[in-house]
């Protein structure tokens, strides 16, 4: 017979040190809350995103565009509208950057890497598509270069496939901006008077309120929800 189990003898805690990549999370993580960052949201109607994908998916082409590719097209379309979003901040003032180089978090296994799409205004949605998967294979695997995750302007964040309905993401600094990406789901809403139904999904971004004020984020947030509602890749 099995001697009993001594409840009252609690279990050994882990420690897991802040050290490697985790403690490189936990820095950059850290001087990101520091900053006066303020939150916003908007609903997005996917429709036209979600019959973009299956057009491309019925018609059999190799490489697929995805949500993903969407939202980061829209993302440097309007960052290209509004550039003072496409900034840095440095010692003693904002850097505003010429080009956009979007980061995109892609979870590993020990944890959160940020690699880097450079020069992406100039990519169609099936360019960005097929950097996208190449490049969250390389980090899962562990193979990009140092220079892969430098540089980024703007970061994208997407929890859509984990099912969750909204979240606000920490900023990546230097960078002023993230936008949070959450699931597509169908709910109701009002469209021209009317109660409608649609795949909705919302877009939380997160701005630092030392380098751009609420109005201009704003109407940078409202440019990257029209665009994702028009999905035209131009």
């Not at 010429?98 to 360019?127: C, Q, T, Y």
């Not at 294979?137 to 964040?157: C, D, E, M, N, W």
């Not at 795949?199 to 701005?207: A, G, I």
């Amino acid at each position: 017979m099995n001697p009993a189990v001594d409840l009252a003898q609690p279990s050994t805690p882990v420690l897991l040190p802040l050290k490697g990549l985790r403690g490189a999370i936990a820095r950059n993580m850290s001087a990101g809350w520091q900053a006066p960052r303020v939150a916003m949201a908007a609903e997005v109607d996917m429709t036209r995103c979600l019959e973009q994908v299956a057009g491309h998916v019925m018609s059999g082409d190799a490489a697929k565009p995805t949500v993903t590719a969407w939202v980061l097209r829209a993302v440097a379309q309007a960052l290209r509208q509004h550039p003072a979003m496409n900034a840095l901040m440095r010692e003693g003032g904002i850097e505003r950057v010429s080009s956009v180089h979007l980061g995109l978090a892609v979870a590993i296994h020990e944890g959160l890497s940020v690699p880097v799409i450079r020069d992406a205004e100039g990519k169609s949605v099936m360019e960005l598509a097929s950097e996208v998967r190449a490049m969250a294979a390389g980090a899962k695997a562990g193979i990009l270069p140092p220079r892969a995750y430098q540089g980024g302007t703007f970061t994208v964040t997407n929890l859509g496939m984990t099912g969750i309905d909204w979240f606000t993401p920490i900023l990546n600094p230097p960078q002023i901006g993230i936008i949070g990406v959450s699931r597509v789901a169908k709910r109701p809403f009002v469209r021209d008077g009317q109660l409608a139904v649609a795949p909705m999904t919302t877009l939380t971004l997160v701005f630092d309120h030392r380098a751009v004020d609420g109005y201009p984020a704003a109407q940078f947030l409202a440019s990257v929800r029209e665009r994702l509602e028009s999905a035209e890749d131009q």
